[in-house]
């Protein structure tokens, strides 16, 4: 199957899936999108009030600022996939539920592997946690991780980063270093060093 195909079979699965409570409350499910050759993925926390409603992500506030950052750095979100952690909408925008977050994680590797993107930038905690649980978001956001054949980033959420200056400023700074990473500007694609663990649990 080519990635572009099984990109649309977890699309058309998603939209009728009823493996969490979280169908119950939906109006429409969010399955991510993008093209499938996409070389940066993001993945966010899940569905809020307007992507409910529409079927597609990040198209309310936090999505305007995800793609003023995407412009700063020279892309738009055609380029990019862009997905959550959780497809349907937790309601009053609760935090998702690790059950949740488990019964829907099977679409989000299926996405992965077809897309093989080149780099992953989690935006909040609940999309870093996958990766890198037990870590703070203040000690390694905008560092990339190598996991196995890729990049992993975290970053803070658009929606939290919107509000406090100081926190705008950081994510742009993160942002301005992703074209570096996906090789443009022609420089060498860099690892940093994973972080310590046993360190950072005590920040
Ligand atoms: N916030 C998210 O985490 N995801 C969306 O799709 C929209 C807002
Ligand atoms: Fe299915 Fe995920 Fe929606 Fe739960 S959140 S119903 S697992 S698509």
Do not use: W
């Not at 493996?19 to 809020?48: N, Q, T, W």
């Not at 705008?168 to 993160?174: E, G, L, W």
């Not at 270093?177 to 950072?200: C, H, N, S, T």
């Amino acid at each position: 199957m080519t990635a572009a195909h099984e990109l649309e079979v977890v699309a058309a699965e998603v939209a009728v899936c009823t493996d969490c409570k979280l169908h119950m409350s939906r109006k429409l499910a969010v399955p991510g999108e993008g093209p499938a050759d996409a070389e940066l993925m993001f993945i966010g926390e899940g569905p809020g009030f307007h992507e409910n409603e529409q079927g597609r992500p990040f198209v309310g506030a936090a999505g305007n600022f995800l793609e003023e950052l995407l412009a700063s750095i020279g892309l738009s979100r055609e380029e990019v996939f862009i997905t959550n952690i959780v497809k349907c909408r937790p309601p009053g925008n609760r935090d998702p539920q690790a059950v949740e977050i488990e019964a829907c994680s099977g679409y989000l590797e299926r996405q992965t592997r077809s897309l093989n993107p080149k780099v992953i930038v989690t935006l909040g905690r609940f999309s870093m946690a996958r990766f890198f649980p037990n870590t703070r978001i203040s000690a390694i956001h905008g560092k990339a991780q190598r996991i196995g054949n890729r990049l992993v980033v975290p970053m803070y959420h658009p929606a939290a980063a919107l509000h406090q200056p100081s926190l705008r400023k950081t994510i742009q700074a993160d942002f301005a270093r992703l074209p570096e990473l996906i090789g443009r500007e022609g420089a060498p694609v860099r690892a940093e060093e994973p972080p310590d663990m046993e360190q950072l649990s005590l920040f």
